[in-house]
C-alpha cells in the first residue's frame, strides 16, 4: 500500500507541476468521478446534472465500463450493453436527446463531439489527469468516508483520500433524509478533515484555508418500471419478491425492498455482472419455487437483463426495475449547485 500511495502522489505532482501536459477541452467539461472504487452515486448525479441543465445542448462522456468494444462509439438506445457500458446505455434510453458517447480515450472523445454541444459531463474522470475539466464534481459516499478507508487493495479507495480537496464541489451521497446544519457540519469536518463549514452558504474550509461547496445529497426510489414491454403492472402489487442486483453496494437496495414485501430469495453479484446463462436458469427456476413474488431489479441491471434471451416469459412478465433519483437535502443547495453548472454553461446558448 505504501508504494501504491507513493507512485499516486509522484504521479499527481508531475501533473500539478505541469511535468506532464494536460489538455483541456474547447466546450465546458463537467467531470463527476470519486476517489473510490464504484457505488458513490455517479449516475444518478450525472442524471440530476442533465435534467437541471434541461434545454441545454449536452453530452455524456463514458469509458463505457464493461462494454466488449473499443474506441469511440455513440450509444445507440436501441442496442446492447455489451456494446456500450450498462450505464452508458441506461442515460441514452432516459434523455433521448443527449449525445451520449463511450471512448475510453477522453482526449479524442472530446475532440470527435466537438463543440456543437453546450458541455460535455464526463462520467468518472477524476483520475484522468491528461484532461483538465472545467470543473470537477467529487462524491463521497455518506456510509464510507474516504479518511476512514484504505487505498486498494486493502480497501475501496483507488486515489488519495486528500484528493477531495481538489475537487471544485463536494457531494456526499447517500445521506439521510434529513439532516440538520449541525450534522453536515459535524460531517465536514469529522469524515471530510475540513477545519469549518458555513451551513448558510453549504461551503467548507480545506486544511489548507481554501473554500469549497460541500453539499449533501440523498436518493429517493420511484414506482417500479417495467424492464420488458407486455409486464403485468399487477406484479408490483404481490407482497412478496425476489431482488436481483450486481451493483457495488446493493444493501440500500435490498432494505428499500424488505421495507415493503417480503423477500423470498435475493440474487446478489458483483458490479456490472454479465449474466450467465447458469444465472438465468436460476432466475427461472425461481420464478417456480416463487410463483407468487414480483421480480426486482436495479436500473442499472435492467440494461444487461434486457439482453438475456433465455429468461422465460413468466419472468419477463413479472420482471421490474426500481429507478432512483438524486436530490439535494435542501432548496439552496440545490440552487447553488445549479448556479455553479450554469455559469460555467452561459453564454453557450
Known sequence: ML???TILKLRHRAYDRGRRPCAEAGV????????????????????????????RQLAVLSRGYG?????????????????????PLQIARKFPGVKVVVDEDRIEGCNRIGSSVDAIILDD??????????????????????FKDSLLPFGRLRDLPERIFKADIIVVTKCPAAMSDYEKGCYAQDN?????????????????????PVL?????????APVFEGAE??????????????IARNRQFVDHLAAGYSLQEVFSFRDHHRFSEKDI???NEAMLQHPFACFFTTEKDSQRLKDCRLLSEDVRKRLFYLPIEARFLSEGERELFVRLLEDLVKGRV
Open 125 to 146: 474522470a477524476y483520475q484522468y489527469r491528461r484532461l483538465k475539466a472545467s470543473l470537477n464534481i467529487v462524491l463521497v459516499d455518506y456510509g464510507r468516508p474516504v
Open 67 to 87: 462494454r466488449r468494444t473499443k474506441g469511440y462509439l455513440e450509444v445507440d438506445p436501441s442496442g446492447d450493453a455489451s456494446l456500450y457500458g450498462d450505464e
Open 216 to 224: 449533501f445529497s440523498t436518493v429517493e426510489y420511484m414506482k417500479p
Open 3 to 5: 508504494i501504491y500511495r
Open 192 to 212: 471530510l478533515h475540513m477545519s469549518g463549514y458555513e451551513a448558510a452558504e453549504h461551503i467548507a474550509y480545506t486544511p489548507a484555508g481554501d473554500k469549497i
Open 281 to 283: 436458469r436460476k432466475f
Open 28 to 55: 465546458p467539461t463537467i467531470c463527476v468521478g470519486n476517489v473510490t472504487v464504484g457505488g458513490t452515486g455517479k449516475t444518478p448525479l450525472t442524471e440530476l446534472i442533465l435534467r437541471e441543465l434541461a434545454g
Open 233 to 246: 403492472a399487477s406484479w408490483p402489487r404481490s407482497d412478496r419478491a425476489v431482488a436481483i442486483c450486481g
